[in-house]
């Protein structure tokens, strides 16, 4: 049949592309005009037929009968789904765009930064260099942590100003965690100044981690709402008026309270400093300035329980609050004065969740609380019941809150990104493990050893310099290496680091031989978990909530500092003091808890990781 050659008696013109064709395929005894598209079989590629005889449009009709009902039960279907697919995504605001419903998405080699064009638009504005290179896509408006941000400049490393960035932005991740295991060295010490008991000693640390972990995702809201260069300055504040009365306490409840107001100030500086990472450093820049950021929480963490050993058995353990004053202030004023200006777009007055945040926070103190001295007390003691009552009642409440209010300080959509939810609980178990670790190691060295806090701090000397060079070295494992592997790997040895200070025996107290593998393994598995975990964390949420992200990933550290010492605290008291076992064996108690906790990142890490692979660095990620 030659179109060239087709007779023509009246005009006919219909569009046959999507919805069209679905809907007026029934009008073709009518209309029978037919486009086909490239390639078509039978019949050449033309761009439009738009009228025919009535003797060709029934040739063309027998002819290809079998084609055209195939076409249209094609398109007929593709419309339909086209209709439900916008029904869903109008009445599911949960959905994200980046994870389609219709398939399981395949292995994935690489994690990769989704170029701006596959973004969501929030307003007219033109994208900034950062936002244009950013990964992933946005979350639906009315989840939005804020109006957004806007840096005047994308700087490097190397340049000046990039250097200021991380100086400042390290110095605090590293000093907040010299605050938080500093105290650990001291708590002999402490405990002989205010008389206190076993039981209770560990406050010193839940107070702090917990007041720290429960504020983080207030502090990321408001720092991706009011600025993330106010509120990182303004942590650094509250946390330098802190740590000074923590030297001026008169006795163990001041001293405990003033831990957990300067836990307030710590919280306030992480997740701003991770956001002033993730949005003012791009491409192969932005992994090494998050792989020096872990370093420096690893290296801090370590380098605390040296420094506090030092100046407990020199000076004194005041003075660990003292000194880093100057410090921590130092870095409030160089980063007001030199860090990058954010700006806010839009003139809207933010709304803050601090209900969700006040409901979060107390729920899981008094739950600590409750675990903590539920064994001391007697589980069946009227207020250990209520207070357990009330707080699982307040965190039923704060995920009530968190559904119905409109600017939540934790999305629950968050929970519906890939990957969040195995990384979120495998973090809390590492650090609750790896915490919980440090405070029976440290008194194992001095209670059981009977070491100074000074020969203590000596012998955790080679702990710190594992973790700095480990720290180091997770750039470039994590473009080598996939990462899926390298968490399995973490976890492991963060596992395995307990098992040889567990075994220590009465008639074996040798320190080379149990306490210091433990610490050298925990160390070097953590560093491993941490900075896989942030970097492929932020690598793959949206850009409007990096900094609640970098709050909510820093939440499950410190909370799970807090719960998992207060939980080994439990199973100690329950297990071992009751029953009249020795010191040692409440130790080797608390260190078997740690190894349980670990091996629970293990299983998430395992079968909760999915498609994940080598973070891509340099020009690459750009694209």
Not at 220 to 248: E, P, Q, Y
Not at 303 to 313: E, Q
Not at 340 to 358: M, T
Not at 430 to 446: E, P, R
Request: glycine share 10%.
């Amino acid at each position: 049949m030659a179109h060239d050659k087709l007779s023509y008696d009246r005009p006919v013109s219909v569009d046959m592309d999507g919805d069209s064709l679905g809907r007026r395929a029934s009008a073709l005894e009518e209309a029978p005009t037919f486009v086909p598209p490239a390639g078509y079989p039978g019949i050449p590629v033309t761009r439009r037929v738009s009228t025919v005889s009535q003797s060709s449009r029934a040739r063309f009709k027998n002819d290809h009968a079998e084609d055209l009902e195939e076409l249209v039960r094609n398109t007929s279907a593709m419309s339909k789904q086209r209709s439900r697919d916008r029904r869903e995504s109008q009445d599911n605001v949960f959905e994200l765009p980046s994870f389609p419903r219709a398939a399981k998405p395949g292995p994935v080699s690489t994690i990769r930064e989704v170029p701006s064009e596959l973004t969501t638009p929030q307003s007219t504005r033109p994208p900034s260099p950062v936002s244009s290179l950013v990964s992933g896509p946005r979350l639906p408006a009315e989840y939005e942590t804020g109006a957004g941000q806007a840096y005047p400049d994308v700087g490097t490393i190397a340049s000046f100003r990039g250097a200021i960035v991380l100086l400042c932005t390290c110095g605090a991740q590293l000093i907040d965690n010299v605050f938080m295991t500093g105290v650990n060295i001291a708590l002999p010490a402490i405990q002989r100044d205010f008389e206190v008991k076993n039981g209770e000693l560990q406050w010193l640390i839940s107070a702090y981690t917990l007041t720290f972990g429960g504020f983080l995702l207030l502090a990321g809201v408001l720092a991706d709402r009011f600025g993330r260069k106010l509120i990182f300055c303004s942590g650094m504040a509250t946390l330098s008026v802190w740590t000074v009365a923590n030297g001026f306490a008169t006795s163990f409840i001041q001293l405990a309270i003033f831990r957990a107001l300067q836990g307030i100030g710590a919280a306030m500086t992480v997740p701003s400093a991770v956001g002033i990472i993730s949005n003012y450093f791009v491409t192969g820049d932005r992994t090494l300035a998050l792989t020096i950021f872990g370093a420096a929480g690893a290296v801090g963490f370590c380098l605390g329980l040296i420094f506090g050993g030092f100046l407990t058995s020199s000076l004194g353990w005041r003075y660990m609050f003292y000194i880093p004053t100057a410090v921590s202030g130092a870095l409030g004023v160089i980063g007001w004065i030199l860090l990058p200006k954010d700006r806010l777009e839009g003139n809207s007055k933010p709304k803050l969740d601090f209900v969700g945040a006040g409901l979060s926070t107390a729920g899981l103190i008094l739950l600590s609380f409750v675990l903590s001295s539920g064994g001391e007390y007697g589980w069946g003691k009227a207020f250990i019941i209520v207070l357990l009552v009330l707080s699982i009642a307040l965190i039923v409440a704060f995920t009530y809150v968190e559904k119905k209010v409109s600017n939540p300080i934790m999305p629950l959509s968050l929970w519906k990104l890939q990957n969040f939810a195995a990384l979120w609980i495998g973090g809390f178990v590492m650090y609750g493990g790896y915490q919980t670790t440090v405070y029976y190691t440290t008194l194992i060295a001095q209670e059981v050893n009977k070491l100074s806090a000074g020969e203590t701090a000596l012998r955790f000397l080679p702990m710190g310099a594992t973790g700095f060079i480990f720290s180091l070295s997770m750039s470039r494992m994590l473009e080598i290496f996939n990462t899926k592997y390298l968490l399995i790997l973490g976890m492991t040895i963060c596992a395995i680091a307990p098992i040889p200070s567990a075994l220590m025996k009465p008639d074996d107290l040798n320190f080379w031989k149990h306490v210091f593998p433990t610490t050298v393994m925990g160390v070097a598995g953590t560093t491993i978990v941490y900075c896989t975990i942030t970097v492929v964390l932020l690598a793959s949420v949206p850009i409007n909530v990096k900094s609640l992200c970098g709050g909510m990933i820093n939440t499950a550290f410190q909370i799970g500092s807090g719960v998992g010492l207060a939980l080994a605290s439990a199973v100690v008291q329950a297990v071992d003091t009751s029953k009249g076992h020795s010191q040692l064996q409440q130790f080797n108690t608390g260190l078997w808890c740690c190894v349980g906790l670990a091996s629970v990142g293990v299983v998430a890490s395992t079968f909760g990781v999915k498609n994940v692979g080598k973070v891509v660095s340099g020009p690459v990620a750009a694209h």
